[in-house]
């Protein structure tokens, strides 16, 4: 029987890498003339990062630093969900930026039928928020994974190809 080869799509981030550039973001709050005395807060939890801050203007140049700082550590910034600003307490604006990990069930199906649409002889299963792509040929696989990343372009989400054997 033939070997077949197979890789793996997923959207995901690497997590150090975005506490690494929300430390350089606030080092840098904390360094920048105009910044400084703005009560500047940058927090992480699992799934968000909460920006609060006293002025839009301060709130548009830290979201500015943080892709900044996110591409230079290779992070995609098609991982951050930008929310709606709101007004909290006293005189303080407040943003939550939703961290999009995972690819949604209608998604990994269009991306399943893409690829299958495109190349014929090629096997695509939907593992939870996973897709893993086979075939018996390397050709058909390099030719999806080229088409995976004309799909994150169009889909506006962050896609990755890993564990290809």
């Known amino acids: 029987m033939a070997e077949s080869f197979s890789f793996d799509v997923v959207s995901d ?7 690494n550039t929300l430390d350089q973001v606030k080092r840098e709050i904390s360094q920048r003339y105009d910044l400084k005395g703005t009560e500047t807060t940058v927090d992480l939890d699992k799934e968000n990062i909460f920006l609060t801050t006293n002025s839009e203007l301060t709130l548009n140049a830290v979201t ?6 996110a591409i230079k550590r290779n992070l995609s910034l098609k991982i951050f969900d930008y929310g709606q600003i709101e007004i ?7 943003q939550t930026i939703l961290l999009k990990q995972g690819i949604k069930q209608e998604i990994a199906k269009k991306i399943s039928k893409n690829i299958r649409d495109q190349i014929k002889k090629i096997n695509v299963t939907i593992n939870g928020e996973t897709l893993r ?16 990343g004309d799909l994150e372009e169009s889909l506006n989400i962050p896609l990755k190809v890993n564990n290809f054997r």
């Open 13 to 19: 981030f690497e997590r150090q890498e975005l506490v």
């Open 64 to 69: 500015d630093i943080i892709r900044q700082k």
């Open 88 to 94: 909290v307490s006293g005189n303080k604006i407040k």
């Open 133 to 148: 792509v086979s075939s018996k040929s390397k050709n058909d696989l390099q030719l999806a994974i080229k088409l995976v």
